[in-house]
């Protein structure tokens, strides 16, 4: 069993990164997320790896867009401004149907906003974000091991299905340091037939694209697409769930305001409120099984978040109007306290006790 070590967020994901087999690293520095492409300066050029700080995020994207289409595991990463300037590049690779890793560190928005933690970036990864019908898979850590799990995750799961993968974390998972177990040994990389490297005459050439001219076949090519979202959505979805069984009243949060939401939770159970936790670690696949049978059972649910309301259209749409649904929810880098939690935990029940 490897050791664990103490280590910042953002570092996590880097050296999980490297653990994974990535070798190319394409960004640009923005807070809160500058230490990923620190750590990957230093570690990069003493693995034989590159590490290349672009001229702008729109440089750097095509830069993984080309890398991607190698075959070669390749990842960057911003906060959400940056990320914002990626969106027509990431609209280009998942056209081409290429594998890459794309990390997302959110802070307050809109515009420039602020560099404190915040949730509000959930639309953009995970309707989409950019031009066309497309979708990313979507990773959203709620712990520093997390962080590290799921970027190795991202890496396996895009190149299964030839998608490109977020890893949509906060400005608090990104700064917080805890104990983190790495991998001991790197994958074994698995055959890529569709790849564009040198054929020495072996094979056909391949083409990387995502211009069709021809209308029928750009159809055709987005509803082949969809088939394997699908499959995406039946076997790639992940949760954790938390006291669900006997609960009358579900809370639905995920990164740091589950971990807010889970204290909230144990002292709402200690007043003998029957409530539970539905945390989304897929944000698409969205996990729209468990709050559907959730929604059999209990009263209602409150939607805990670091925006104005975004992932609670989700939950709506999951439980099928069946039961009523809140917002509890701080905006602008601001983080809910448990007490805010139980104070809205509190509401529900007292609202659906009546």
């Given at each position: ?65 080309g890398v991607a289409g190698t075959g070669y595991r390749v990842m960057t990463s911003s906060s959400s401004p940056g990320v914002s300037l990626k969106q027509e590049g990431i609209s280009y690779i998942a056209g081409a149907d290429l594998p890459c890793l ?216 999951a439980e099928n109007c069946k039961r009523p649904v809140a917002l509890c929810n701080r905006a602008g880098g601001m983080i809910p306290t448990p007490e805010q939690v139980l104070e809205s935990i509190c509401k529900m029940a007292e609202k659906e006790g009546?």
């Amino acid at each position: 069993m490897a050791e664990k070590v103490l280590m910042k967020g953002n570092e996590a994901i880097a050296e999980a990164a490297i653990k994974a087999g990535c070798r190319f690293y394409f960004g640009y520095p923005i807070t809160p997320q500058t230490e990923i492409a620190a750590y990957m300066a230093k570690r990069m050029p003493k693995i034989g790896g590159t590490f290349l700080q672009a001229e702008s995020e729109v440089a750097a994207i095509n830069m993984v867009y080309g890398v991607a289409g190698t075959g070669y595991r390749v990842m960057t990463s911003s906060s959400s401004p940056g990320v914002s300037l990626k969106q027509e590049g990431i609209s280009y690779i998942a056209g081409a149907d290429l594998p890459c890793l794309i990390v997302n560190v959110q802070r307050g928005g809109p515009g420039l906003g602020g560099i404190q933690p915040s949730q509000s970036d959930y639309f953009q990864a995970t309707k989409g974000g950019g031009h066309g019908d497309y979708h990313l898979l979507v990773y959203a850590p709620a712990s520093v091991q997390e962080m590290a799990d799921l970027t190795s995750k991202a890496f396996e799961t895009a190149e299964k299905y030839r998608v490109p993968a977020m890893l949509l974390a906060d400005g608090t998972m990104g700064q917080m340091m805890e104990p983190v177990e790495l991998p001991e040994k790197e994958p074994v990389m698995i055959d890529k037939p569709w790849a564009v490297r040198g054929t020495n005459m072996q094979r056909k050439h391949n083409i990387i694209n995502s211009l069709f001219l021809n209308t029928e076949e750009l159809e055709k090519t987005n509803f082949e697409r969809f088939e394997r979202y699908h499959t995406i959505e039946e076997n790639e979805c992940l949760w954790e769930s938390y006291m669900m069984d006997d609960a009358e009243v579900c809370v639905v949060a995920f990164g740091i305001a589950a971990r807010v939401s889970k204290n909230a939770v144990v002292a709402a159970r200690k007043q003998g409120i029957k409530v539970g936790l539905i945390r989304p670690i897929t944000l698409w696949p969205f996990p729209k099984k468990p709050i559907a049978e959730a929604a059999e059972h209990v009263k209602g649910f409150i939607s805990v978040e670091l925006s104005m309301g975004q992932m609670i259209e989700d939950v709506k749409l999951a439980e099928n109007c069946k039961r009523p649904v809140a917002l509890c929810n701080r905006a602008g880098g601001m983080i809910p306290t448990p007490e805010q939690v139980l104070e809205s935990i509190c509401k529900m029940a007292e609202k659906e006790g009546n």
